[in-house]
């Protein structure tokens, strides 16, 4: 099985699973990049296409890749996207050959996004995210809640340490810049941000990302720790518990240049 993160757009990546002539695709928002690749491999078939949310980016080529492909659409069943898609939430499991996804719903970005789990036999256990969690950083709320938007974030860390994080777009540089001024002290967020900065300038992207590493560095997984906590405080006013504590923290991000 081969896992290929696809550059879409000026940041996004549309991720491919690739098992021998199988393809999987999760969150065309762009059909040529995809198309593209399969002229690049031949014999190479699109089964099946997950979706975590119905943003256009995420979603903007479905209609030219079923048209192509006859692809089955997977996606949130709180949402409506441009093509018929089967329709799943949190504990429904999905097979794709030998592999089995499981649905978790993770709103706060939008209410029905949801995020795709699997444990592979021959690669660490995968998780396509969307605009959940992004290395070093999370989504904007566009729909959700903090609490909501805490929640889900707090469930994916829980995940096993070996994840790798597959999320939808290249923000890691600039969600850095912001982790740093929330935790300049942190070693492993000075290094993880060295490692970012060299990969960058080769143009690799820097994803995926393991879950060990996002929950040492990234401060939005990282609410509860004194550092993190103290630094809020310093910038807002104290906050009272985790909820708040996170809102205020995605503010001052949306804030932050
Ligand atoms: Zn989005």
Redesign the pocket.
């Known amino acids: 099985m081969r896992l290929i993160p696809l550059p879409a757009f000026s940041d996004n990546y549309i991720w491919l699973l690739q098992d021998q002539q199988r393809l999987l695709v999760v969150d065309p928002g762009d059909a040529a990049a995809v198309l593209n690749w399969m002229t690049d491999h031949p014999g190479v078939q699109l089964d099946s296409i997950l979706v975590t ?1 119905h ?1 256009a ?2 979603t903007g080529g479905l209609p030219e890749l079923v048209q192509a492909t006859g692809a089955l659409v997977y996606g949130p069943s709180l949402e409506k996207l441009p093509v018929t898609h089967m329709p799943v939430a949190e504990g429904d499991k999905l097979t794709w050959g030998a592999l089995t996804l499981h649905v978790m719903d993770v709103p706060g ?2 209410l029905g996004h949801v995020a795709y789990w699997a444990q592979p036999t021959d690669h660490p256990p995968l998780l396509f995210c ?2 959940t969690l992004f290395s070093a950083g999370c ?1 904007r709320l ?1 729909e959700g809640s903090p609490a909501q938007m805490l929640d889900s974030l707090e469930r994916l860390s829980a995940l096993p340490d070996d994840t790798r994080v597959c999320c ?1 777009h290249e923000y890691t540089l600039s969600n850095l810049k912001f982790a740093l001024t929330i935790e300049p002290g942190n070693a492993a967020l000075q290094a993880y941000a060295a490692q970012c900065r060299l990969q960058r300038e080769q143009l690799r992207p820097t994803l995926p990302v393991d879950l060990l590493t996002e929950r040492a560095i990234n401060p939005f997984l990282r609410i509860r720790q004194a550092t993190v906590r103290q630094c809020i405080d310093q910038h807002g006013g104290t906050v009272a518990d985790d909820v708040s504590a996170f809102a205020a923290l995605r503010q001052w991000k949306n804030e932050f240049q």
Do not use: C, S
């Open positions: 949310h943003h980016d995420h970005h939008t969307g605009d989504g566009f939808a």
